[in-house]
């Protein structure tokens, strides 16, 4: 921040129109999760939405350790700037909807009261899948981390955050309300809905049986679908807003131009007028949901564990490679389009043309460390469908088992590729692969190891035929890197 240029506040913002002249006049959102994502995506549809029509919809936003944003936001009245970058153009936006900000891991009673609070209408979510408390390899409960949250202490997780806010809701007053999860996991408002009846069907209080009863008539679980590239904020990014707006921002995010929200109409509390923001609501979400995961999620790991093997620090780098692209078309068009029930009326190939368009953004220097973080959890979710109906019909999909081959060698390999110079993944299997990795005599060995764990779904590991390619696959990365496994592949 230069000695002459003012942080950015209500104050400073002066002349700026982008924004409201006052936060909205209540708070009817709950949000937990106040990371990048959240910030540059249902918090602008949000103000967006506000700016259309007027309501009391502003956001409680809860972040669950960083108290960094937390204090940034504060100090900036609630306000940060959105940079939306393209090739060489760039915008930045002004949010200003949060009404109050949180640190659930400080006071998580005042989040309890808060989803408890009767003018309190909707409660979001952005959490990463390891953050649901569930097991990977089946999405159930996992019991043993939510323990202390059943037994009466101050909820630390998600679940308990949700269940015991429900619980005092039902307690106090009744009021309705809907749980909105945006995120990666497939059918999302099912799969919260049913960790947190697991969760009350754990407890001991003597209503907890009536609580249930009201969670299913009172409380809605709309699934959603999400969409847009929100990569990690540089320095260039904080000073190409300070450029933009005039003033400095503690807390910016960047994104990239593109993006899709399609959600389930169930809001018996009232919602905002999220599609006049371009919202699409839709009895199809769950179409709009698999071709997410498949074709962008999917095909995003793909050029993320290829492009480390590669050497390449970001995506756009990774996908102009030609092999790389060679694979990831090949992903697309030869092994996931095929499998897709696509939403009535969307045009799938333009939704591909964009796709690429959208990885080919170099301006938005997304990391391919940062993509190819926590697999173990997201790749399940993203490739089992599309393998198991493959595998029915007879065809083994090579290039989904060249994403898993992929996965296997950057995780558990510490040579795999130059982690010092293209940063180092994150993954809560990374410890156990590596010593896997050790005592596998070989990568057929490894693999099996790999599916014989819960890391897959069972069906998974049933699949032999993908098992045997996967570990194929996984010996040439090791033979000869990114173009062996590509060659062997896909030819």
Same mark, same amino acid.
């Given at each position: ?329 090949? &992903? #697309?068009? =030869? ?6 029930? @696509? +939403? !009535?009326?969307? $045009?799938?190939?333009?939704? *591909? ?92 060995? &490894? #693999?099996? =190891? ?6 897959? @779904? +069972? !069906?998974?590991? $049933?699949?032999?035929?993908? *098992? ?24």
């Amino acid at each position: 921040m230069s000695s002459t240029t003012a942080r950015l506040s209500r104050r400073g913002l002066g002349a700026l129109a982008s924004l409201p002249a006052d936060p909205p006049d209540a708070a009817g959102i709950v949000h937990l999760g106040l990371g990048r994502f959240h910030r540059a995506h249902q918090a602008l549809y949000t103000a967006r939405a506000l700016e259309l029509e007027p309501g009391p919809w502003g956001i409680v936003g809860v972040a669950r350790r960083s108290r960094g944003v937390v204090d940034a936001l504060r100090a900036q009245d609630g306000l940060y700037g959105v940079l939306e970058l393209a090739g060489g153009a760039s915008a930045a936006l002004v949010v200003g909807v949060h009404r109050e900000l949180l640190v659930a891991a400080d006071d998580p009673l005042a989040v309890v009261a808060r989803i408890a609070d009767a003018a309190t209408r909707i409660v979001t979510l952005t959490v990463t899948e390891r953050g649901y408390s569930a097991r990977s390899a089946t999405g159930e409960l996992d019991v043993a981390q939510v323990r202390a949250d059943l037994a009466g202490s101050a909820p630390c997780t998600t679940i308990g955050l949700l269940a015991r806010g429900l619980q005092r809701r039902f307690r106090e007053h009744g009021e309705p309300l809907a749980i909105v999860s945006c995120d990666n996991v497939a059918r999302n408002g099912e799969h919260v809905r049913a960790l947190v009846g697991g969760f009350v069907g754990l407890l001991a209080d003597a209503d907890a049986a009536e609580l249930g009863d009201w969670i299913a008539r009172s409380v809605a679980f709309p699934s959603t679908m999400v969409d847009r590239i929100v990569p990690a904020t540089q320095l260039e990014h904080r000073r190409r807003v300070e450029q933009l707006l005039g003033l400095h921002d503690l807390a910016p995010v960047a994104a990239e131009p593109f993006g899709m929200w399609a959600l389930e109409d169930r809001f018996p509390g009232g919602r905002p007028c999220w599609e006049r923001a371009g919202a699409v609501f839709s009895d199809e979400v769950q179409r709009y949901e698999q071709l997410k995961l498949r074709l962008l999620n999917a095909t995003h790991s793909l050029i993320a564990y290829l492009g480390l093997l590669a050497g390449e620090r970001t995506i756009a780098a990774a996908i102009a490679r030609p092999r790389i692209r060679a694979a990831a078309e090949h &992903l #697309v068009h =030869a092994e996931l389009r095929p499998t897709l029930d @696509a +939403p !009535a009326g969307l $045009d799938v190939a333009r939704y *591909v043309d964009e796709l690429f368009a959208r990885f080919d953004n170099a301006a938005l220097d997304h990391r391919t460390a940062t993509v190819a973080s926590d697999g173990s959890l997201k790749l399940p979710v993203r490739i089992t469908g599309a393998v198991l109906q493959l595998c029915d019909r007879g065809v083994v999909p090579r290039a989904l088992a060249l994403t898993v081959a992929a996965f296997i060698r950057c995780a558990a390999s510490p040579d795999a590729y130059d982690e010092h110079a293209l940063g180092e993944i994150c993954d809560p299997r990374r410890g156990w692969l590596r010593d896997l990795e050790r005592r596998s005599r070989d990568s057929r060995e &490894l #693999v099996r =190891a790999v599916f014989d764990a819960d890391v897959f @779904a +069972p !069906a998974l590991a $049933d699949a032999t035929a993908f *098992v045997e390619a996967v570990a194929e696959l996984h010996a040439a990365l090791v033979r000869g890197g990114h173009r062996a496994g590509i060659e062997a592949a896909i030819g």
